[in-house]
Structures are given as structure tokens and as C-alpha cells.
């Protein structure tokens, strides 16, 4: 009988399909996809002349990664910039972890 997710196997018995999803989800591939979505939607929504690749080829110094800097950070990766360099000779302190959101 035909059956809906299933498919017969080397013994011609049925049973599950396997799907290997890892390579779908990769972090670094679904942050950059999620980034250039965000941006076709600005363009879409807000700002029709927005220059994308401009943007993904613009290079970013950030002067201090503390509570400011994180911020400032996670905001330029959501507009698509994706070549940013820190300059911070601070320590995070492990009483305050919490406001430092890009400490590994």
C-alpha cells in the first residue's frame, strides 16, 4: 500500500526517509542569510535607493567593545556590514558578563 513519508529500502521493505540537514543549518550561513534579508527588506520597505553591496564591502573600526560598542556592533552586522574591527584593551569582568553580549 502507498504510504507518505516513507519509501521502500534495499530489502524493499518500507521505512523513513533520512535527511541530512546539517549543512542547512550552519550558523555562519544562516546569520549571513538572515542579514541579507534583513536588507532586501529595508530596501523593499524603507529605503529603495539603499546601495547593499556598499554596504557588505564597507569596513567598520570600532573603538571599544564594552556595553556601547556591543550595541553599536550588532547594529552595523544588521545593516550588513561585514567587516568589523575592534579596538578595545578592556577586560570583561565576570561579575558582568551581562552587558558585554558579544564575549565569548
Known amino acids: 500500500p502507498p504510504t507518505v513519508g516513507w519509501e521502500a529500502n534495499a530489502k524493499g521493505r518500507t521505512g ?3 535527511a541530512d540537514l546539517g549543512s542547512s543549518m550552519d550558523p555562519t550561513r544562516l546569520a549571513a542569510q538572515a542579514v541579507d534579508l534583513n536588507l532586501k527588506l529595508m530596501r ?5 535607493q539603499l546601495d547593499a553591496p556598499g554596504l ?6 570600532l573603538l571599544g567593545a564594552g556595553t556601547l560598542g556591543c550595541a553599536v556592533a550588532r547594529c552595523l552586522l544588521g545593516w550588513g556590514v561585514r567587516h568589523v574591527t575592534f579596538l578595545d584593551s578592556g577586560k570583561v569582568s565576570y561579575s ?9
Open 96 to 104: 558582568n558578563p551581562v552587558r558585554q553580549r558579544l564575549f565569548e
Open 16 to 18: 523513513p526517509r533520512v
Open 56 to 61: 557588505a564591502s564597507t569596513r567598520c573600526l
Open 44 to 48: 523593499w520597505r524603507l529605503l529603495p
